[in-house]
């Protein structure tokens, strides 16, 4: 870049999401500054606002504040999206949506509470304006892109990047000391887990040295678990992106379990707890899913259909040379293919395509 320049991001919070696709390809990266306004920040803004004003005239007054050279809208739904997008337009700066879930029909396994707030007619016209309007609509997969169009969504400028996650790889942890096995997912993963509740108590069962931990931000262990005891452990809690990052490294689990039900919704999401577990060196074992199957292909990951979990999940445990070897070949694989400076050069291609010259 020529100059410096500053990307003002929209989001709900500091995300997961905004994390792997704006924050991490960015960081370090000179002549970039990023300026955070999530929805705290914003409703905050909108507290102390003068008596009166519009949206879009404080909307147009934050822009011409921070004088950003692009606005970037990580998934944003809530307020004022419409009025940022908007007053971008008017003042003619790019503005880039991104998209990595089907927001416009979150199912019900998610829960009524998400799907209460992410079907909010509002939040759902924020979307779809955005995705209709923006210099570029940047989609996780084309499986989301075509289902967006397949909804009548007139989407101005669709843009699909070759990878939807990056994580560069974290030194390789020691040999496991324990037979731990584990799972990290958030609150909308009840049912996954369900899938690979056989598989998990029959691990615990036949073998009576391994244990098994629940983190992220899923409320309950299953009640079918409590007879394990302290081989059972939960952590709901909420930690920055590259904290989660070091501490699935620092667990070093035997196995990391990627379990995802194959609906209508689901086919939307991404790879991204594959890459995820396999850059901080865990062994993976996930449903054999669509989204799964080419990046973990040639025994990248252990594939497993539904029924199956019982079986495939205690003997794989069993299996260290195997788990070793599908770990090296791997992560040789996300090292390749699945790096940060990637991301980031499609990132910065976005950028291009919106109008941003990088």
Not at 65 to 89: C, H, I, K, T, W
Not at 199 to 223: C, D, K, T
Not at 236 to 259: K, S
């Amino acid at each position: 870049m020529t100059a410096p320049v500053t990307i003002l991001a929209l989001s709900t919070s500091v995300s997961p999401t905004l994390a792997i696709h704006l924050l991490r390809p960015l960081q370090g990266l000179p002549g970039i500054n990023i300026q955070m306004l999530t929805q705290e920040v914003l409703a905050q803004i909108v507290k102390g606002a003068p008596p009166g004003i519009d949206g879009l005239s404080l909307a147009a007054m934050i822009l011409n504040q921070v004088r950003p050279a692009l606005v970037f809208s990580s998934r944003y739904n809530g307020a004022m999206a419409e009025d940022f997008l908007a007053a971008s337009r008017k003042l003619g700066l790019p503005f880039v949506f991104h998209l990595d879930d089907n927001l416009m029909e979150v199912s019900a396994d998610q829960g009524a509470e998400k799907v209460a707030y992410y079907s909010h007619p509002k939040r759902l016209q924020a979307l779809r304006a955005q995705m209709e309007q923006a210099s570029v609509a940047y989609f996780s997969t084309e499986a989301l892109r075509d289902r967006m169009l397949e909804l009548g969504i007139r989407v101005a400028k669709p843009h699909v990047g070759p990878i939807c996650a990056a994580v560069d790889l974290l030194p390789p942890p020691p040999a496991p000391a324990s037979l731990t096995f584990g799972y990290a997912a958030s609150g909308g993963h009840n049912e996954d887990l369900k899938l690979a509740l056989p598989g998990i108590i029959a691990a615990l069962e036949q073998h009576p040295q391994a244990r098994f931990e629940l983190i992220g931000s899923l409320e309950h262990v299953p009640a079918e678990l409590a007879r394990f005891g302290e081989r059972v452990r939960h952590e709901r809690r909420f930690i920055a992106y590259d904290d989660y990052l070091r501490d699935l490294q620092r667990r070093n689990w035997v196995l990391g379990l990627t379990p995802l039900c194959d609906n209508p919704f689901t086919r939307m999401k991404t790879y991204t707890k594959w890459v995820e577990y396999t850059a901080a060196g865990l062994p993976v074992i996930a449903s054999d899913h669509p989204i799964y199957r080419d990046c973990c292909a040639d025994g990248t990951a252990l594939l497993v259909k539904d029924a199956d979990w019982a079986t495939a999940l205690p003997a794989f445990i069993g299996d260290a040379p195997a788990r070793q070897a599908m770990v090296q070949k791997a992560r040789e694989r996300v090292g390749r293919g699945y790096s940060v400076a990637r991301l980031r050069t499609q990132l910065l291609e976005v950028f291009r395509l919106a109008g941003l010259q990088v």
